[in-house]
């Protein structure tokens, strides 16, 4: 049987599987192994089973990942979310949908710690669901801005997604980091403008908040201090040499858990909580990838992405046509998979495509991750509408998906900006490490 087809088939029986119900790291395991037995041989098929399990597991530079991911869980647990939505209100609570620009703001904050669109939503929607409730917000916008609040956690760094993608194709993930900087804000500033625009225009979408005082403002700038330097040590450390990757997310960690103790907010139930956590969800990604780079493999072996790279550099026509059809398929699958999951799988096909039409690996990465983060407050699935209708039971499902609309032009105007003008992705990378 012709290699492409056997590809083919693989790509189908692992749908299936998911439709069914498998967890998408076992789909892909399943796929590659079954793949990799026919092509090559059912032993070389195990051993590379056996094989790469161990070197993912044991891979140095995927303890990034947890390391990431416990500095997220212990800001959270420390209060550090609290007061940073403290912060947002006080500062822009008076204006025209404040409460909900403050949630968009704080989910900004707290994406630049965390790196987790779920862990966004989830956290934010405790925090800011029911302040919105009391002051009479209307439920669709509210329930509309955490959901697409939570979607900056894959895209402002450090992102888990961004890390995952930079080990797959071997990117430099500091680059990667630095590139997604200037998209995430420009993306933060038109949800803002957004909820500005609406709740000017009906201001009983968004009723304004309490007057505070300039004492109150600078005293509540406490909480942003706190992200900003949580920031500034990962990424500064990591643009000025001092750290690796790896030796970056514990400097985070360390001064997250450093922070929760000073403000004597996080104690050793928290901390014990905070372990269990990370090790549950950096376990889940970690197979993730074993699953993927398997499945990579087995692509690999077929030579479908190669393939489809040459079939598509060569089609009479202009490449942002293919490229226009690439994110449709982003967004549909951002659609029915979560946006890790649906990067993961897909980038050993499509990668290989972006850099034979001659596009920028890094704005190339960039923008496939913003498109596939939009499908994940779009219907029929939209994991972070139902994590937020968990929150909020009481507020339907489609009226969550209602509110999420709102926003869709700003993810549209941002994919705009940055293919019109690619610099606002490569211009600060280029800019602070050199042209890559």
Known sequence: MDPTLVA??????????????????????AAGVLGNAYLLTPGAATHLLATNIWEQFSSYGLSVIPLFVLM?????????TERLYDAAYKWVGRLPGGLAGTT????????????????????????????MRR??????????????????????????????????TEQSLLRLFVAAVVPGLILTALFLATIFWMCKRNPALGPLGPQTTWGEKIRALTGVIEALLLFGLVIGGLYMGWFTPTEAGAAGAFGALAIGLRQRSL?????????????????????????????GRFLTVSRLPFELAEWAATLPVAPFVILLVVLGIYIIGGMLMDALGFLVVTTPIFFPLGVALGYDPVWFTVILTIVTTMGAVTPPVGVNVFIVHGLAPEVP????FRGVFYFMVSFVLCILIMWVFPATVTGLPNWMLGAG
């Open 104 to 131: 968009i703001a704080a989910s900004a904050g707290f994406s630049a710690i965390c790196g987790s669109n779920s862990a966004t939503t989830a956290t934010m929607g405790t925090i800011a669901m029911p302040e």
């Open 267 to 295: 104690d050793f139930k928290g901390i014990v909580l905070s372990i269990v956590e990370s090790v549950r969800i950096s376990a889940m990604v970690v197979l993730l990838i074993a699953g993927a780079v398997l499945f």
């Open 135 to 168: 002051y009479g917000y209307d439920p669709a916008l509210s329930t509309g801005a955490i959901a697409v609040g939570g979607t900056l956690g894959v895209v402002i760094p450090p992102s888990v997604v961004l890390i995952v993608i930079a080990v797959q």
């Open 72 to 80: 997220g869980q212990f800001a959270y647990r420390a209060g550090t």
């Open 397 to 400: 499902i489609h009226t969550i």
């Open 8 to 29: 083919v088939i693989g790509l189908a029986l692992m749908a299936l599987l998911m439709l069914l119900g498998m967890p998408i790291s076992f789909t892909m395991l």
